[in-house]
């Protein structure tokens, strides 16, 4: 038998259902689904993703080929259904040919529209139809969309609009009107002959006129549209395989322009943007599907709520908005029921909220997709929480269902409240994706890059976004546009991305040429700052100021849920009071690692540092260290009190010296003044510290094993410090850690430096309290000996920065100039410093483990590397059985959230 690579459905019968989402793609999928459960869906079918894979081995010629008779049979099954012909000129079929990958990448691929028309085709529907303006309507549409997605007709410049539109604003002019729809059945009829010239011209090639040439022309583009830039951008944005590919659903095409009782929309079961449980959308009547997302015209809200809430925002009076903008409550009451019913089935059946695209021809609706909706990272926790206390998912559902990296998020900083009283308001558009962003204005989407490139916070400002401006929107801090509603690409890209976005914005006139807007009277250029609330649409001149998100409402029950199934906790990296408090508010249990290199960088303390390292006797070294000595203690007392009662890993001294040294002549001088000795002398020890390789030079405990006096005073401040605390009445629980062992040797005779300068400072406070001394594993010989030295410490914290780099023999410092080859040509699908490499340094990190457990059955185990936020490195930790994560304190929740997963997962 040979293989299916083609699935009908249609009148509540389908090939294919839900669970095939693989195959058929999620819209193929649901398509498919949505017909088993009995909603209204035009019959069609279905052509697998690995059809894509197909078309990229064997090329366009031979994929026909290998298609062909399962396609014009599957044609033949819409036209039974349909009841007419594909391209019978007298009673024609025509269809839509659209994208659909296995995850959801809106607006990144193509679709075509109305395919199937010729002048002899439209004639015919002409006179089935009697609605010429409809046919040539239609037909236009057809041939723009045609030309620019399967015969690539694009603008010259970026500053040019749409070639098409160029057109269509021409035979505008010319009769002095305003609108798309005003224009006279003559002039749909030149528009096509006008487009079909302009695509010669431009592109050399002619528009066929075989309904059969259209359709595999139309089903090549949408395979070849996996590959365009934009969905390229997407997918590495989104962790989305290449390999995927995407399957191409043709479908009979309904029409929702054939006049006034007829209508296409968008909507969603709850708000993408706050999750509120609110069902929302917007329709527009007698026009088709890209109208409303293109943002052209402005569309109408589905139900009465919400267009009173338009209306309120956009400060439109409740006449005006009842006369011009009804809602589709009020306009069309039947088809909203029907609707509204289909929609609560829907969220029902998936048990999640849903976005779905509808058209209603001549009023009978249509249902044309549907899928779990893109929502923000609060949309998503409320969702999550709310579908739980609905009695909808269960507790673990709830968990998966929400995606760790989106957290990220809700930690963003949030305007401050008393600077937004007295910000400036300068105009208002639609919350169409929440936040707070501020930025200097740029006008395109490659600007918007570059200069965040420079380090530049910038806001994209647009008339419209495209899918091309997706790598702008994602270099920006917001997006503000003048047109498109609430489910206008930009909207929806952006909430995708949790990006701050306010569409809409009526009152502000851009011009790209001189890179301006106008804005209530007042002019902007290029550079100037905006700031924009995506919660309220509000627009505000200049920057306005602030404050760091807090852990509260749903966020906290989540996190809550989260600690009720993990088994990994989650501790956070501080070097700072600060940062202990921010990671301890977030949930941390207890700091995995303070970097006490970190708290040298400040004035006073470096000149004691270096004064430290640029002694050359130990008495020299001794001096300065016991200045080094008050800092260091209040430093460890400050983090010690915020982290109390929870356990604080500090380690000891690890960077190579010549980081702390004076390079420039100006130091130099200034530490030769305070040492009293001369210059040259400075200099020849800043030049004997220089190494060819420092970072496998002298570093970590080899610096402790060479100056064990800096261990003595680093052991004795850590101690004292807690000792101090305990007399206060608090709680310290001090962990002293040793970096970069290699052989159980190194780490002895720390150790023995350790506990002879703890013993000392116990002697001079007069009491005892308890204290832990372990190790970092970041060398492969300290994986490969780890029995040995768990023989020794009493627990192991993964340093996977190193263990990466000595693992791969990457520097951490120099991956960035082969790092984009690599992943380029695929030799590495990730940045292993950034996603933990599982297969091989996980290799060495799973052995370690089980090798010190058969030494010290209890031993405790943790990762500290850059890996410890990020939710795969996390789940692998929590599959090992270790103990804890640690990571930076604005990824606590993050790694909470896949801590808990990987539990629920088991
Ligand atoms: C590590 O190597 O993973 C680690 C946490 O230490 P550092 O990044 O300070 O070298
Ligand atoms: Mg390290």
Not at 79 to 89: A, C, H, I, V
Not at 248 to 276: L, W
């Amino acid at each position: 038998m040979t293989e299916k690579r083609v699935y009908t459905f249609g009148n509540g019968k389908a090939e294919g259902n839900a669970q095939m989402r693989e195959l058929l793609g999620g819209k193929g999928a649901n398509l498919a689904e949505m017909n088993l459960i009995g909603v209204p869906v035009p019959p069609g079918f279905t052509i697998t993703t690995d059809c894509c894979n197909e078309y990229y081995k064997i090329g366009q010629e031979k994929i026909i080929k290998v298609l062909e008779s399962e396609v014009n049979g599957a044609v033949k099954h819409i036209e039974n259904l349909m009841n007419s012909k594909f391209g019978d000129t007298t009673n024609p079929l025509l269809v839509s040919v659209r994208s659909g990958a296995r995850a959801s990448m809106p607006g990144m691929m193509d679709t075509i529209l109305n395919l199937g028309l010729n002048d002899e085709v439209a004639e015919g529907l002409v006179a089935k139809t009697n609605n010429p303006h409809f046919v040539y309507d239609s037909y236009r549409r057809f041939v723009q969309m045609y030309g620019d997605v399967v015969l690539e007709m694009k603008p010259v410049n970026k500053e040019d609009i749409d070639p098409f539109e160029e057109i269509i604003e021409e035979v505008k002019a010319e009769r002095g009107i305003k609108l798309d729809k005003d224009l006279t059945v003559d002039e749909l009829k030149k528009l096509v002959k006008l487009f079909k010239e302009a695509i010669k011209e431009r592109t050399g090639k002619d528009f066929p006129n075989d309904p059969i040439e259209q359709l595999w022309g139309a089903i090549c583009a949408v395979f070849r549209s996996w590959m365009n830039d934009r969905a390229i951008l997407y997918r590495k944005m989104e962790g989305i395989p290449d390999e995927w590919g995407t399957a191409v659903s043709v479908m009979a095409m309904v029409f929702g322009n054939m006049g006034e009782t007829s209508a296409t929309g968008v909507c969603f079961s709850r708000d993408a943007g706050n999750g509120e449980n609110l069902f929302n959308g917007e329709y527009l009547v007698n026009a088709q599907g890209e109208d409303v997302v293109a943002g052209t015209r402005t569309p109408q809200q589905i139900t009465k709520v919400g267009s009173l809430r338009w209306a309120q925002r956009a400060g439109i009076s409740e006449e005006e908005r009842a006369s011009k903008y009804p809602s589709m409550e009020e306009a069309m009451p039947d088809i909203f029921a029907q609707l509204n019913d289909i929609q609560e089935k829907l969220e029902h059946h998936y048990r999640d909220m849903q976005d779905m695209e509808f058209t209603v021809q001549e009023g009978k609706l249509w249902f044309l997709q549907t899928r779990n909706g893109k929502r923000t990272g609060s949309a998503m926790v409320k969702i999550a929480i709310d579908l739980l206390h609905e009695g909808m998912i269960d507790e673990k559902t709830a968990i998966l269902r929400c995606e760790p990296n989106k957290l990220d998020e809700l930690l963003h900083p949030v305007f401050d409240k008393l600077a937004l009283q007295k910000a400036n308001v300068i105009t208002q558009g639609l919350p169409a994706s929440p936040g707070a962003a501020c930025g200097q204005i740029v006008f395109h989407a490659d600007d918007a890059q570059d200069r965040h490139a420079d380090g530049h916070k910038v806001i994209l400002v647009r008339i419209e976004t495209s899918p091309e401006d997706l790598a702008g929107m994602s270099a920006a801090e917001g997006i503000l546009t003048a047109r498109g509603g609430m489910t206008s690409h930009a909207a929806v890209v952006a909430r995708g991305m949790g990006k701050c976005c306010v569409s809409g914005a009526g009152g502000i006139n851009v011009s790209y040429k001189d890179k301006t807007v106008e804005i209530d009277g007042q002019l902007y250029r290029e550079g100037d700052y905006i700031s924009l609330n995506g919660t309220t649409g509000q627009v505000y001149a200049g920057e306005v100021p602030t404050k760091a998100a807090e852990l509260s409402g749903d966020f906290k029950e989540l996190m809550d849920l989260c600690d009720k199934y993990t088994k990994l906790q989650v501790r956070t990296n501080a070097d700072t009071p600060h940062d202990a408090s921010v990671g301890r508010a977030f949930g941390a249990k207890g700091i995995g690692l303070t970097r006490t290199e970190h708290m040298f960088f400040d004035d006073k303390k470096i000149i004691a540092m270096r004064e430290m390292i640029l002694a050359d006797t130990p008495e020299g070294r001794e001096k300065a260290l016991n200045k080094l000595l008050p800092y260091q203690k209040a430093d460890f007392k400050g983090i010690l009190e915020a982290m109390d009662g929870l356990p604080v890993n500090i380690r000891l001294l690890d960077p190579p010296l010549h980081e702390f040294v004076p390079h420039d002549l100006v130091g130099q001088q200034v530490m030769a003044d305070e040492m009293g000795v001369d210059l040259s002398t400075i200099q020849r020890r800043v030049a004997s510290l220089a190494e060819n390789n420092p970072m496998l030079g002298h570093r970590g405990c080899r610096l402790g094993i060479t100056f064990p006096e800096i261990t003595a005073m680093q052991t004795r401040a850590i101690i004292s410090a807690a000792c101090e605390l305990k007399k206060e009445g608090k709680n310290p629980k001090p962990e002293i850690m040793v970096p970069l062992i290699g052989t159980v040797a190194e780490f002895r005779q720390q150790k023995a430096v350790i506990l002879k300068s703890a013993r000392r400072t116990f002697d001079e406070y007069g009491f005892k309290l308890e204290f832990e001394i372990g190790t970092m594993i970041e060398i492969p010989r300290a994986a490969l000996t780890a029995d040995l030295i768990a023989s020794e410490a009493q627990y192991f914290s993964f340093g996977t920065n190193d263990l990466t780099q000595m693992t791969f023999g990457y520097s951490r410092d120099d991956i960035a100039s082969f790092l984009p080859a690599y992943l380029d040509k695929k030799i590495l699908k990730v940045d292993p410093f950034q996603v933990l490499d599982q297969e091989g340094v996980g290799q060495l990190i799973h052995m370690a483990v089980e090798k010190g457990r058969r030494v010290r059955p209890n031993i405790r185990t943790g990762i500290c590397g850059e890996h410890g936020g990020e939710p795969s490195s996390v789940k692998f930790c929590a599959k090992l059985g270790m103990n804890y994560a640690s990571c930076s304190p604005y990824r606590v929740p993050i790694a909470r959230l896949a801590a808990a997963q990987a539990a629920v997962e088991e």
